[in-house]
């Protein structure tokens, strides 16, 4: 198997490091994080702008595309790079954590998970197979296995089958693979278990996945155990492989989850908060909807160098939100993924020199 | 008065002339189409992007800005250039249209026309005066005077007096002018009566304006009306200012327009299209929701040099419209107002080299 991961550099007081991950569409270097883009875009952003921000890679969902326009239609048509304008990596997901979160009348059995779609209620069956098909048409660089997310609350036993049930999904969905150029991530399970985590990161580490991906985080478990779980589970993980914290998004967890060992991360937070009109900084989030920027003729943040930073007041970006305007959403997202480009870079930079600690509770003061 | 619009070229077939206006913010090349921006924004537009497409103008409303966020506001924020982040040339129009159009509880006295917010319910007075205070607040580079828009079905007796009122309207916006570097065009109403319309020119030409526009067309008059009425009005405006008909913007209107003689034109229809999925192009209109372009992996016109055109399918367009991301409105908005400003510019190109007349039978066959 070649090597697609290269570490770079391993910070000293932290456990915190710099990779770089070769795709067929280019190399990405981590930490990471994944602007989030389910129907094939974005939402808000022309590709040209994810490349101006200095945007890596992105992350596809399997379960909308599948649905809709379907996989068959985008392999027709070149894949999902060609059909979304985007020559950059692209991770997809395996569906899993769609079907539930959003499908109707879904059903797990061995076989697969049975679901209802949420656009029309026909019927579908995503297997292990199934999933890798799907991704293999979509021709994503990254594919993830067909995982249960398991709910923050479920009981042990229940945590333990379906741990088991998802590492035999992980084994299905590896001789499934027609793909050899498309990289394969397992996911961990266990939910808060830790002898439950070790279990699953044993049975998926002596596997030929190209990375590993930690899942069943920040389902509302909270912050502590969402830190002490992140950290345990990744301490396990093989160090030659990156590892994915998986749709963790809040700059202070991203911090603390570099600090413990990740290297990839996604969210909507950047880009659902800007069309709510929640907006990052280093000097705190700001709600650009508040009466106080009515009249506010500075930039959102004099530091950024975002399109939206650079050009408009925060009076022009409150009347856009309260006008209801699309250039109000567009605006705010091409300044909410800089931010986290941003973020990650000057992450990045710390690392490198040394100067992680401090930089992580500068930051975190900053974000929280 | 300096001289701000320049006659370059006149057709000797049609009455289709070429010209330069001067203002403020820089010269425009006549004929043009100015893009409607009426919140501050030409809707799902970055200013970059209006650029790229080469856009010259964009038209602000009045109506809309004084209501939300308040040209006070604008004014103290250094004017409705800085605000939107658009440092090519604005027009302003006068408010009055909306104000028959949008508002509730209208009534209008010699004094000017009292209306109700359709936002909030507030009620204001639009008079001639303040019409000009607004429009210099926002600082526009060419404001128009306040005008009633008569209805096309408007009695003869109504038009007259309607008229005569508009007329000592425009008188009165003349004199509360206070920043002479903002072009101000009159507008000639009289509804469908020719000597209406005549006597209508005769005291607005006699005035200083630096440009004259002709109102109350493409209110539902019928295509047959909107021509007779415009060519004969246009026909009689100085032959050395400006001529702008407002308001109407199908291409083959435009196109008879500049053959009768207009020089400028805006329109919602390039940008309200878009978002409703009809796109322009010079092999006829297109409706993208359409099932054929579900898997047509072709660009929506290969002829076209649009960001849309070069990077993205039918299919596509299709899939982002059907799954209502933002990204549809962008793109589609792209592609129109780039073949609006495209057409404009292959219309000056055919009446610089004396095929006006041949480029417009075959342009309208397509566009119709």
């Known amino acids: 198997m070649p090597t697609h991961f290269t570490l770079t550099y391993k910070d000293t007081l932290t456990k915190a490091r710099l990779g770089l991950l070769q795709t067929p569409h280019g190399v990405l270097e981590t930490p990471c994080f994944m602007a989030v883009g389910t129907q094939g875009t974005v939402k808000a952003m022309l590709p040209r702008d994810l490349r101006e921000i200095g945007c890596q890679i992105i992350l596809g969902n399997t379960y909308h595309l599948y649905l809709r326009p379907g996989h068959e239609l985008i392999r027709e048509l070149g894949g999902l790079h ?33 679901f209802q779609s949420h656009i029309d209620g026909s019927t579908h069956l995503l297997t292990p197979e199934k999933a890798v098909e799907i991704q293999e048409a ?3 660089d990254i594919a993830m296995v067909l995982d249960e997310c398991i709910p923050a609350d ?3 036993d229940y945590v333990r089958s379906s741990t088991e049930r998802t590492i035999r999904w992980a084994e ?3 001789q499934a693979r027609r793909r050899p150029q498309q990289l394969m991530f397992g996911i961990v399970q266990g ?13 998926l580490a002596a596997l030929p996945f190209e990375g590993f991906a930690v899942g069943g985080l920040g389902v509302g478990e909270g912050e502590a155990l969402l830190q002490s779980i992140g950290a345990f589970t990744v301490a396990l993980l093989p160090e030659d492989k990156p590892r994915y914290l998986m749709g963790v998004g809040r700059p202070q967890d991203i911090l603390a989850a570099v600090q413990a060992g990740f290297d990839m991360f996604d969210c909507v937070i950047p880009t659902r908060n800007a069309r709510n009109g929640t907006l990052f900084t280093l000097h705190g989030r700001v709600n650009i909807k508040r009466a106080e920027f009515a009249n506010d003729g500075r930039p959102l943040d004099q530091d950024c160098g ?4 650079r050009h408009f ?7 856009l939100f309260m006008a209801g305007e699309i250039l109000s959403a567009q605006l705010n997202t091409l300044h909410n993924l800089y931010f986290y480009q941003d973020f990650m870079k000057r992450c990045r930079q710390a690392i490198s020199t040394g100067q992680s600690i401090s930089w992580t509770e500068q930051a975190g003061l900053a974000v929280s």
């Not at 991770?91 to 009348?105: C, E, I, N, P």
């Not at 975002?306 to 930073?309: A, D, E, H, L, W």
């Not at 007041?313 to 009347?319: E, I, T």
């Open 82 to 114: 060609k059909f979304m304008g985007w020559d950059g990596p692209i991770l997809t997901d395996s569906g899993g954590y769609q079907v539930f979160s959003l499908a109707h009348m879904r059903k797990i059995t061995e076989e697969g998970a049975r």
């Open 138 to 140: 979509l021709g994503s």
């Open 154 to 156: 479920a009981k042990r």
């Open 172 to 174: 299905r969905c590896l």
């Open 191 to 203: 939910g808060l278990f830790e002898d439950l985590r070790r279990s699953c990161v044993d049975a």
């Open 306 to 309: 975002c399109y939206s930073c």
């Open 313 to 319: 007041s925060r009076a022009y970006l409150r009347h």
